[in-house]
Antibody
């Protein structure tokens, strides 16, 4: 059974760096085909893809945010970490991590999400 | 980027109705498309991938079709638990992109 859960601060100040952790179980991100993605959803708005980490350490980022994002993994802890620098109030959103389906870049299991508010 | 345009943005329907949601891509691709359902305050759940393959555990009243630039999600015999927002996502090219969502609410 695959589960994922996001953790991190609920409130960050403008210009600060956000660090979110996705702790998962039921799969290994080092197994061929596996991956973990990060997404966000501002209140009342649509989903937005942010980053994707593949089993082979490959990384992909949203071009509009790539200069601010880093995705890494800690295989010993079954965690994938997303950092986003220079946070702004427009980055206020619920952030989700999700498990990538084996055969294509779609996402079959999602964490519950964590709301991050950016405010001074 | 491949832009995904969903229509309608909202639809009012009754239990038992058939609802059809469309996703149009700005560039064509071959079936690398998923549909998700999202209820208020909850994470999305995967309904369909590969444009037409039903995810395990998803009721058969959900179906998907399409290719190229036009994709469709159909909900037959709408049930009370189907009132939600639905999103399409293309997986053909990076960046991965979602449609703007379609809210299905009760008439």
């Amino acid at each position: 059974q695959i589960t994922l859960k996001e953790s991190g601060p609920t409130l960050v100040k403008p210009t600060q760096t956000l660090t979110l952790t996705c702790t998962f179980s039921g799969f290994s991100v080092t197994t061929t085909g596996e991956g973990v993605g990060w997404f966000r959803q501002p209140p009342g708005k649509a989903l937005e893809w942010l980053a994707l980490l593949y089993w082979d350490d490959g990384e992909r980022y949203s071009p509009s945010l790539s200069s601010r994002l880093t995705i890494t993994q800690d295989t010993s802890k079954n965690q994938v970490v997303l950092t986003m620098t220079n946070m702004d109030p427009v980055d206020t959103a619920t952030y989700y991590c999700a498990h990538k389906e084996i055969s294509m870049d779609i996402f079959d299991f999602w964490g519950q999400g964590t709301l991050v508010t950016v405010s001074s | 980027d491949i832009q995904m345009t969903q229509s309608p943005s909202s639809v009012s329907a009754s239990v038992g109705d058939t609802v059809t949601i469309t996703c149009r891509a700005s560039q064509g691709f071959s079936s690398w498309l998923a549909w998700y359902q999202q209820k208020p305050g909850k994470a999305p759940t995967l309904l369909i991938y590969g444009a037409s393959t039903l995810q395990s555990g998803v009721p058969s009243r959900f179906s998907g079709s399409g290719s190229g630039t036009d994709y469709t999600l159909t909900i037959s015999r709408l049930q009370p638990e189907d009132f939600a927002t639905y999103y399409c996502q293309q997986a053909a090219r990076f960046p991965l992109t979602f449609g703007g969502g379609t809210k299905v609410d009760s008439k």
